[in-house]
């Protein structure tokens, strides 16, 4: 249930929110005020604050995993319990929300209701969080193995790419190159001609 204060916050404004400690808590940015707050009951929480669709996508921790999809006025839309994931971060490419359990399983789900597209299995072990570019999803887990999908509601694999050590690092896109930290490597894919 909700603890705290909540009130309604009228449209543009800015809002800080934190996922963390058991809470997911709104502040106004500039003042530091306390707009609401909602007990999310689970320490421990590594993905990050995802926002789209007029949505706040969080995450509970290790305790009593759930993703919580939160208005800006601080009330709850929807809740899911299947295939929470403790680390990787969400991915929101409109009107889907995608997650990426450590154990390699992947979830499209419908961002406004939570409800579940497809659920498949991309790989072995992740730490890094999915990333997005030109209607594409790319995968890279721990033994550097990227998986790249189409983002979209049917699940379909586009390839698969392996480079040699060890990722955690979650990839990043910038001016048209995919950059992947391995071990011991940074390495910069360009697409093809």
């Known amino acids: 249930g909700n603890v705290g204060r909540q009130r309604n916050v009228p ?3 800015q809002r800080l929110i934190s996922s963390a400690g058991d809470v997911i808590q709104a502040y106004e940015p500039y003042t530091g ?5 909602i007990y999310s009951q689970g320490e421990g929480v ?3 604050v995802v926002v789209g669709d007029d949505l706040i996508f969080t995450s509970s921790g290790f ?3 759930t993703i919580r999809a939160v208005k800006p006025d601080g009330a709850i839309a929807w809740e899911q319990i299947k295939g929470v994931p403790h680390i990787p971060s969400y991915l ?3 009107p889907h929300l995608y997650t990426l359990h450590e154990q390699g399983i992947a979830m499209c789900l419908r961002a406004n209701t939570g409800d579940v597209v497809w659920q498949e299995r991309v790989g072995g072990a ?3 969080s999915p990333v997005y570019a030109n209607g594409l999803i790319y995968f890279l ?3 550097c193995q990227t998986t790249v999908i189409k983002a979209a509601p049917r699940f379909e694999v586009i390839g698969r790419n ?10 990043a896109i910038s001016r048209g190159h995919l950059f992947i930290r391995t071990q011991d490597h940074l390495w910069a894919v360009k697409p093809s001609p």
């Open 33 to 37: 005020e306390r707009l609401w707050s």
């Open 46 to 48: 590594v993905p990050s």
């Open 126 to 128: 992740f730490w890094s």
């Open 141 to 143: 887990d721990e033994e």
């Open 162 to 171: 392996a480079l040699e050590g060890r990722c955690q690092a979650s990839p």
């Open 92 to 94: 929101y490419v409109k």
């Open 11 to 13: 449209d543009g404004v």
């Open 63 to 65: 305790e009593k995993s």
